[in-house]
């Protein structure tokens, strides 16, 4: 059973490390149709509770759901519909700790996990996925960007930094600074990382992607305004 949510369109994750939307923004839900299409195995890296794996089963893919937490591992295998079971399988993992066997994918999700990690390990983790992936294999990359959540206080900031020639111009060393008053910083991430499309556009393209699309995507809220995510959709070139 998914947990309770005070905000509509959010679901809480069990481990504080934010909220799975109930709704696919529309890189998700390419990957899904994506996925779809390929006999091989793909990946739901940070999956939750599987707002993106359960669609994709559903459209014949095969799907290694993937996610920090073992606990919403348990709830999404008991989402999965009989029908659908045999191409699904899930494995706990920590990024940028986890690896995979080189081509073990034909292609990939990662919704709004990257903003979790510290830059150097944003750079590890971008490289092993285009290992994981199969020659021709797309990587669906999707964050939270600098105009979402608490710290869109800090978007100006960002975009100095940007202007500047910051590298990694919206990293956030004190989000609990930014949180509402009475919030327990303790359920909350010590430091936030949004991106924007330039910066996940230049991350993909040094680790040997090539960039397909990348823009910004709206959020799951009602309150969205176009500009809660940034994602990315890349390819590793076929052989």
Same mark, same amino acid.
């Given at each position: 059973?998914?947990?309770?949510?005070?905000?509509?369109?959010?679901?809480?994750?069990?481990?504080?490390?934010?909220?799975?939307?109930?709704?696919?923004?529309?890189?998700?839900?390419?990957?899904?149709?994506?996925?779809?299409?390929?006999?091989?195995?793909?990946?739901?890296?940070?999956?939750?509770?599987?707002?993106?794996?359960? +669609? @994709?089963?559903?459209? =014949? &893919?095969?799907?290694? #759901?993937?996610? /920090?937490?073992?606990?919403?591992?348990?709830?999404?295998?008991?989402?999965?519909?009989?029908?659908?079971?045999?191409?699904?399988?899930?494995?706990?993992?920590?990024?940028?700790?986890?690896?995979? +066997? @080189?081509?073990?994918? =034909? &292609?990939?999700?990662? #919704?709004?996990? /990257?903003?979790?990690?510290?830059?150097?390990?944003?750079?590890?983790?971008?490289?092993?996925?285009?290992?994981?992936?199969?020659?021709?294999?797309?990587?669906?990359?999707?964050?939270?960007?600098?105009? @979402?959540?608490?710290?869109?206080?800090?978007?100006?900031?960002?975009?100095?930094?940007?202007?500047?020639?910051?590298?990694?111009?919206?990293?956030?060393?004190?989000?609990?600074?930014?949180?509402?008053?009475?919030?327990?910083?303790?359920?909350?991430?010590?430091?936030?990382?949004?991106?924007?499309?330039?910066?996940?556009?230049?991350?993909?393209?040094?680790?040997?992607?090539?960039?397909?699309?990348?823009?910004?995507?709206?959020?799951?809220?009602?309150?969205?305004?176009?500009?809660?995510?940034?994602?990315?959709?890349?390819?590793?070139?076929?052989?």
């Amino acid at each position: 059973m998914l947990p309770k949510s005070s905000v509509p369109g959010l679901i809480p994750t069990l481990n504080n490390t934010g909220w799975m939307t109930e709704t696919l923004d529309d890189y998700s839900l390419a990957f899904t149709e994506y996925a779809g299409t390929q006999q091989a195995e793909c990946l739901d890296i940070g999956c939750a509770y599987g707002v993106a794996t359960l +669609p @994709a089963l559903a459209k =014949g &893919a095969r799907i290694l #759901a993937s996610d /920090l937490e073992p606990r919403h591992l348990e709830i999404l295998a008991g989402r999965v519909p009989p029908a659908d079971r045999a191409r699904f399988r899930s494995q706990p993992a920590r990024l940028p700790d986890i690896d995979f +066997p @080189a081509g073990s994918f =034909g &292609a990939l999700l990662c #919704a709004r996990v /990257l903003h979790f990690l510290l830059a150097r390990d944003i750079e590890i983790t971008v490289r092993k996925m285009f290992d994981w992936l199969l020659p021709g294999g797309r990587a669906f990359l999707i964050t939270d960007s600098p105009y @979402a959540g608490p710290w869109w206080k800090s978007s100006p900031e960002y975009e100095r930094r940007k202007r500047e020639g910051c590298p990694w111009p919206g990293f956030v060393s004190n989000y609990p600074s930014l949180l509402p008053a009475g919030t327990d910083p303790s359920k909350h991430s010590s430091f936030i990382h949004p991106l924007d499309p330039d910066i996940l556009s230049r991350v993909c393209r040094e680790a040997g992607f090539e960039v397909l699309e990348a823009r910004f995507l709206r959020g799951g809220t009602k309150s969205a305004t176009g500009r809660e995510h940034a994602g990315v959709i890349a390819a590793k070139p076929a052989l």
